[in-house]
C-alpha cells in the first residue's frame, strides 16, 4: 500500500535533483543571449532550443513556462508555476529576480548571473556533502568484512606460533597394554 507512495516520492526526488543540476547551466545560456541583445521570451526561446538534448527534463518545463508566456502570463508568474510544479525553491528564488529585474528595471543579466553562481555554490556544497556521508558510510563496512580478515591474515601466524611456545607438545605415550 505504500509501495506507491514511496516510489513516488523517489522519482519526485530524482527529477528535483536532475532539474536543480541543470538551472545553472541554464542560467548561464540565458546571460549569454540576453548579453547579446535578445529579448527574456527570445534569450528563452533560443536557450530551450539548445537544451533539447542536453537536458530533456528541463527542456521540456521551459517549453511550457514559454506557452504560458504566450498565453498572456508575465514571465515571472510562468517561471513561479514553473517552481509550484517542480517544487524547487530556487525555481521560485528565480522568478523573483526576474519580476524585481523587471519591476525596477535593473539589469537581468547580473542578478541571473548572480543566481547561477549561488546555484553552482549550491551545488558544490551538496557534493562536498555526499563526499562527507560517503566516509561515514564506508566505515561499517571496512570495519565488518575487511578488518576481520586482514587481522587473521597478519596475526593468525604470530598466535599459532606463541601458542606452540606457550604450550610445547607432550610426549604421548600410548597406554600400555595389560597381562
Avoid at 45 to 57: C, G, K, L, N
Avoid at 60 to 78: C, D, K
Avoid at 113 to 126: F, S, V
Wanted: hydrophobic share 45%; glycine share 4%; net charge neutral.
Amino acid at each position: 500500500m505504500m509501495l506507491p507512495s514511496l516510489w513516488l516520492r523517489w522519482r519526485v526526488g530524482r527529477r528535483q535533483l536532475r532539474l536543480g543540476t541543470m538551472l545553472p547551466d541554464f542560467l548561464d545560456l540565458t546571460v549569454t543571449c540576453l548579453e547579446a541583445g535578445q529579448s527574456f521570451e527570445a534569450a528563452l526561446q533560443r536557450v530551450t532550443d539548445e537544451m533539447r538534448e542536453a537536458h530533456p527534463v528541463l527542456a521540456l518545463e521551459l517549453t511550457i513556462v514559454q506557452r504560458e508566456m504566450a498565453f498572456g502570463a508575465s514571465p515571472h508568474r510562468a517561471i513561479r508555476n514553473f517552481a509550484d510544479r517542480s517544487g524547487l525553491e530556487v525555481v521560485r528564488t528565480l522568478a523573483t529576480f526576474v519580476e524585481q529585474a523587471q519591476k525596477y528595471g535593473c539589469s537581468m543579466t547580473e542578478s541571473l548571473r548572480t543566481h547561477a553562481d549561488m546555484l553552482r555554490d549550491l551545488r558544490e556544497q551538496r557534493a562536498e556533502e555526499l563526499a562527507q556521508k560517503a566516509a561515514v558510510k564506508i566505515l561499517f563496512p571496512t570495519l565488518l568484512f575487511i578488518f576481520p580478515p586482514i587481522l587473521i591474515t597478519l596475526a593468525g601466524p604470530a598466535v599459532i606460533e606463541f601458542r606452540e611456545k606457550l604450550m610445547p607438545e607432550s610426549t604421548f605415550e600410548a597406554p600400555s597394554q595389560g597381562s
